[in-house]
């Protein structure tokens, strides 16, 4: 059984920044698909940003709402999904999920809450 555990969460003001970090328990080397996700009280989950590889091709993905603030990335030989956020505003407060898709299934972690004050 695949774990992710999320971390890197936390009270800022608007302005600031945090990285979230998802510590995946297998190697995310061959991973076809690594995802962050969020998701605001009374809202359902949306997307944040994700990295879909397929062969020697990488694409990354970024909802308009944090484009040019969010960044991606993964460190292959921690086995470390990042998440890294700049330019926090309160309509970032939500809890963060990370999603990893293995050729056996897909995995969720427990999310880290991440709350922006004005």
């Known amino acids: 059984q695949v774990q992710l555990v999320e971390s890197g969460g936390g009270l800022v003001q608007a302005g600031e920044s945090l990285r979230l970090s998802c510590q995946v328990s297998e190697s995310i080397t061959r991973v076809n698909y690594m995802g962050w996700y969020r998701q605001a009280p009374g809202r359902g989950r949306e997307l944040v940003a994700d990295i879909t590889s397929v062969g020697a091709t990488t694409r990354t993905t970024v909802a308009d709402s944090v484009k040019g603030r969010f960044t991606i990335s993964g460190d292959n030989a921690k086995n470390i999904l990042y998440l890294h956020m700049n330019s926090l505003t309160p309509e970032d407060t939500a809890v963060y999920y990370c999603?990893?898709?293995?050729?056996?299934?897909?995995?969720w972690g427990q999310g880290t809450q991440v709350t922006v004050s004005s």
């Open positions: 999603n990893l898709q293995f050729s056996r299934g897909v995995y």
